[in-house]
T-cell receptor, first 113, second 113 residues
Framework: DTAVSQTPKYLVTQMGNDKSIKCEQN?????MYWYKQDSKKFLKIMFS???????INETVPNRFSPKSPDKAHLNLHINSLELGDSAVYFC????????????FGPGTRLTVT | GENVEQHPSTLSVQEGDSAVIKCTYS??????FPWYKQELGKRPQLIID?????GEKKDQRIAVTLNKTAKHFSLHITETQPEDSAVYFC????????????FGKGTKLSVKP
């Protein structure tokens, strides 16, 4: 009965490959997010998305793209993976505008070799 | 740009003592301030939050205070226990966003038995 789920939990791949991470929430939330947590544990927002608007952190390379097939899913696609992309990626969701409590998924540890 | 400073980066206390973590924010329009606890290898989990119309909020051993004038907010944990050991993140909402948060760099709290 997990509220926010992500797959896969671990992802090991080589430089230059393209990969995707999936995220699903069953909370009925209308806003979803992707965060990157680097080796120093810093949490940085990459994207926020609801059915009206995508907000992109300007520091995120355009190799990263979110795709939302429906309100309950926000997948993260990464093209041409680089060593520096190695990190833990967290998906999160929150309710309607004004209710900012964010619920995080379990994270996906991406290792690029 | 918007920024959240968090101090200290590490904090070691004896079981039963109190722990205080402090954050400052730069965006005067920020109106929501959550605190997250992240245990090793786990997802960040919301432990307490405060909105800008409130100066203090308490939940059992945890309390948060907010000084809007000074743009400071703090987490207080009393009667610390070994299971309080984790990384704690403060965050502040970003102006004009749909619930986007900017996080502090985290405080690693160690509670020694």
């Amino acid at each position: 009965d997990t509220a926010v789920s992500q797959t896969p939990k671990y992802l090991v791949t080589q430089m230059g490959n393209d990969k995707s991470i999936k995220c699903e929430q069953n909370l009925g939330h209308d806003t979803m997010y992707w965060y990157k947590q680097d080796s120093k544990k810093f949490l940085k927002i990459m994207f926020s998305y609801n059915n009206k608007e995508l907000i992109i952190n300007e520091t995120v390379p355009n190799r990263f793209s979110p795709k939302s097939p429906d309100k309950a899913h926000l997948n993260l696609h990464i093209n041409s993976l680089e060593l520096g992309d190695s990190a833990v990626y967290f998906c999160a969701s929150s309710g309607s505008s004004g209710a900012y409590e964010q619920y995080f998924g379990p994270g996906t540890r991406l290792t690029v070799t | 740009g918007e920024n959240v400073e968090q101090h200290p980066s590490t904090l070691s206390v004896q079981e039963g003592d109190s722990a205080v973590i402090k954050c400052t924010y730069s965006d005067s329009a920020s109106n929501y301030f959550p605190w997250y606890k992240q245990e090793l290898g786990k997802r960040p989990q919301l432990i307490i939050d405060i909105r800008s119309n409130v100066g203090e909020k308490k939940d059992q051993r945890i309390a948060v205070t907010l000084n809007k004038t000074a743009k400071h907010f703090s987490l207080h944990i009393t009667e610390t226990q070994p299971e309080d050991s984790a990384v704690y993140f403060c965050a502040a909402s970003i102006r004009g966003s749909q619930g986007n948060l900017i996080f502090g760099k985290g405080t690693k709290l160690s509670v020694k038995p």
